[in-house]
């Protein structure tokens, strides 16, 4: 597939600036295209339409054994379910900070299942979905929201990298990673490896994004740039940050932009493993702009009702990504009650697990302040730490909890 | 040092009792009335009013061209107040959190910092950066750095911090006034605490610092959210007979020390209180200047709490990284110790 193929709306010239008669849009026109929500439109790729339809794509078409689709809705359920009892813990003060990813479980789990072991991925600090799918149990997110830490996940080893809060940072170093497989040659064949980011729509807009979409396509690095548009940046819509549609931005930085219907689980999959693919033959990097919606407060601190409109929630419910491939197992006959109930009971278990692990979380002792800052301690950091203990000893006939006084 | 005296101050509304969240959106609408070329800018500051609320109703009120929800992007914000203020607007930028300077740091320091000594004086830079800073409210990485000290070493910038309702209100619209980039550090977790306002009585000049209570045993000085911490600290110290006195510094660059010689020449002694971490920071600067200027009236080295030499940390240790009450006792413990 050539670059120009998917960065070229189909309603511009190919060439030079719009004829002299073509009419140009006005603000409003472009604003209702950047937050359109119809389905379909020839630039975005839909295989499971919000009806539970299955539908074709010509380009990316995939065939889903019926055992992988039930298992991307237990996926989705799961990731549902984690999700909410995050949220719960919060409100009971046992969480400082939830961040919601209700909405857009099928954008992660879609992107998170195309993903091989050999690559690796770059988070915001959404992503628990891709999170899940990398192998890392909800119970080792909850540290960083708890405060106990700042990501208990090795990277290394599960080549998930640690939440990134600074919003476009990860941008930049996943670019430099993906530059790093390139120079070492894990390119140029189908088993290669490849490297993929998730950044939000309000992300595109920090300098770090651009200069990674600039980086990476020079140096042709093996990395998918995965944008979750889930239409806000806290209080601010995504016409707030740009006046073209973002999938389209990476024609100017000549590579592929695609955007697929984030709340389609299988397109997110479908487009997601294509993309990686080109990463890994030598061809990437690409831009995937997964058009979708957070149904929930950006964060358990935010309060949406005073920017967010009602009924365009609505809207979004009636597209929930679960709910539309329930009715295609169910309509398909690919899952039972039976199956269906025993999700429900291993999402039970699942929130138990989390809820009595998130109760029973150790307290980091106060030397954690000091490990770990340095690969080769300082002596003055050494000397700050004995510092600090001897003072902490001055408290000792105080009570002295979990090491905290 | 003389005050920047405030051009046609506002209506007075009476005495009363705010927070100093309040007070600085009160500050921010004084300022907004006084003079049509003010502009807030920001992300999220106009329909949602700022995270933290501060900008509250102003868009509302002043419409989306003087108070603008900005795009993501900090280096976009100060970057484009700079060009906004060469074209005779005074810009007052929201950073949403302290962490999330860096992105922005080039323009501050490269640009907003050098326009006008570059120019010679024919550049003015009428520049407010707002920064919620410190710690305290358990919050995710990022959201709790103290990076004042970064700003006060950059030539050019001025940099202030305030303590209490009656300095927001006023010092806000004080540095909106300045024709010089001001770094106006908000204590954030003080956001919520109360005190009289009465906006006729006049103000205090922005780049001075106060004694906030007078006392002979120890000279204690902080700034921002550290000066409740050291009030309570004097509260706790009288009880055992010692009276502390404690200096808000308000203004970090310039620094006003002249408050401080003057005290330490009558205790003899210094505490330096400050979140951030100690090497290379305003304290250390206080620390040498004083040694200089004062040496022979010190009893006792100057002593520094601070918070330590390593990034912030999870916000389950922050009681054990943020000076409180009691460690700040323990060095005047130690102060008087010698
Ligand atoms: C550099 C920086 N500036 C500001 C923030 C505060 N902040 C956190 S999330 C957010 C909105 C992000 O929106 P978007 O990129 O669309 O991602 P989403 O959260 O919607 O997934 C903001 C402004 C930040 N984390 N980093």
Redesign the pocket.
Known sequence: MSPEQWTRPENEGTTGPPAATAAKPTREQVIAGLRATSEGGADLVQLLTPEGQRVEHPDFDIDIPDAELRDLYRDMVLVRRADREGNALQRQGQLGIW?PLLG?EAAQIGAGRAVRPQDMIFP???EHGVAWCRGIDPTELLGVFRGTDHGSWDPNSTRFHLYT?????QCLNATGYAMGQRFEGKVGDPDGEATMVF??????S?GDVHEAMVWSAVYDAPLVFFC???Q???S?P?ER?SRVPLYRRASGYGFPGIRVDGNDVLASLAVAKWALDECRQGNGPVLIEAFTY?MDA??TSDDPTRYRLADEQEAWKLKDPIERLRVHLVREQIADQGFFDGIDAEADELAVRLRNFCFNMPEPPPTRIFSEVYAEETPQLVAQREDYLQYLAGFADEAIAGGVR | MVAPALKSPVAPVGTQTVTIAKALNMGLRASLERDPKVLVMG??VGKLGG?FRITDGLQKDFGEHRVLDTP???SGIIGTAIGLAIRGFRPVCE???D??I??GFDQLVSQLAKLHFRSQGKLKMPVVVRVPFGGGIGAVE?HSESPESLFAHVGGLKVVSCSNPVDAYWMLQQAIECDDPVLFFEPKRRYYEKSELDPTAPPIPLFSSRVVRVGSAVTVAAYGPMVRTCLDAATAAAEDGQELEVIDLRTLSPLDLDPVFDSVRRTGRLVLVSEAPAEASITSEIASRVQQECFYSLEAPVLRVTGFDTPYPPSKLEDSYLPDLDRVLDVVDRSLAY
Do not use: K
């Open positions: 961040v857009q915001s600090y959404r809060i600074v919003i476009g940072n950044f939000g729509d309000g992300a595109t920090q979750q548009n889930n806000w940046a806290i601010e995504v940050q957070r950006h964060t | 992300e999220d995270v993501l992007a900090e950073i949403q959190f962490g999330f860096f992105p990022h």
